[in-house]
C-alpha cells in the first residue's frame, strides 16, 4: 500500500512523500524485491522521498531480530541504496544492525 503526502517547503516549493507499507515474509530477498518494487511504483508517481516501515525485510519480533540484523553496508542498505539511485529518489528504510561494541545486542536503527 502506498501513501502519499505533499509537504510544502518554506521556499514555497513542494515535493511528494511516500509512506509504504508492505506484507512481509520469512524469505528476506522477496521482501527486497517487494520494498524496491514499491519503490520504483512511487518514484514513477513523482515521490521524492520514500519510507520502508520499520521491519520492511524480515517479519516483527525480537526472536527474529537475530536472525535478520545487517551489517551495513550489507544485502539491504546495498539494494536500498541501489534503487534510490536509480529512480533519483532518498529512501528511508529501517534495520537491525548487530551491535559488536555490546556483544549479541541488537540495534534498531
Known amino acids: 500500500m502506498l501513501v502519499y503526502l505533499t509537504?510544502?517547503?518554506?521556499?514555497?516549493?513542494?515535493?511528494r512523500l511516500a509512506l509504504i507499507q508492505l506484507h512481509v515474509s520469512s524469505v528476506?530477498?522477496?521482501?527486497?524485491?517487494?520494498?524496491?518494487?514499491?519503490i520504483q511504483e512511487a518514484a514513477k508517481q513523482?515521490?521524492?522521498i520514500i519510507s520502508l516501515p520499520e521491519c520492511f525485510n524480515s517479519p516483527y519480533g525480537t526472536k527474529y531480530f537475530p536472525e535478520y540484523a545487517e551489517k551495513i553496508p550489507g544485502d539491504s542498505t546495498q539494494k536500498l541504496s541501489e534503487v534510490a539511485k536509480e529512480c533519483g529518489v532518498y529512501v528511508i528504510g529501517g534495520n537491525?544492525?548487530?551491535s559488536r561494541?555490546?556483544?549479541l545486542n541488537i540495534r534498531n536503527i
Not at 528476506?28 to 514499491?38: I, Q
Open 101 to 103: 561494541c555490546h556483544g
Open 7 to 15: 509537504a510544502v517547503l518554506f521556499s514555497s516549493s513542494a515535493f
Open 46 to 48: 513523482g515521490a521524492k
Open 28 to 38: 528476506k530477498s522477496d521482501n527486497l524485491t517487494r520494498a524496491c518494487g514499491f
Open 96 to 98: 537491525f544492525l548487530p
